[in-house]
C-alpha cells in the first residue's frame, strides 16, 4: 500500500480595480503571495483592492478551489492599507 503526499499548500493572489481583474498570480508561499500582493498594489490607483486565498485543487474538476481570504488590502491616497 503506497502513502500519497499531502497536496502541495498554494495561494493565489489577485487584484481588482474599478476596471475589473487586474494582476494575479499563484504560488506556493503565502509570503511571497502577500509580497506580490503588495507590490502590484504600489502601482495600482486609489480604490483599488486585492486579496490572497489558500486555493487547492478540485478533486474531480480540472480547476482550483478557492478558501476564505487570508490576507486584504486596498489602496487609499495615502498608500496601501492592509485590511
Do not use: C, F
Not at 493572489?13 to 503565502?30: F, I, M, P, S
Not at 490607483?45 to 478551489?65: C, D, F, M, N, W
Request: charged residues 20%.
Amino acid at each position: 500500500m503506497s502513502v500519497s503526499a499531502p497536496p502541495p499548500r498554494m495561494w493565489s493572489w489577485e487584484v481588482r480595480g474599478n476596471d475589473g481583474l487586474g494582476a494575479t498570480g499563484v504560488t506556493d508561499d503565502q509570503g511571497r503571495a502577500e509580497q506580490r500582493l503588495g507590490d502590484a498594489l504600489q502601482a495600482a490607483p486609489a480604490g483599488t483592492t486585492g486579496s490572497v486565498h489558500r486555493i487547492g485543487l478540485h478533486p474531480a474538476k480540472p480547476q482550483y478551489e478557492y478558501g476564505r481570504p487570508v490576507a486584504t488590502a486596498e489602496v487609499t491616497e495615502a498608500g496601501v492599507r492592509w485590511l
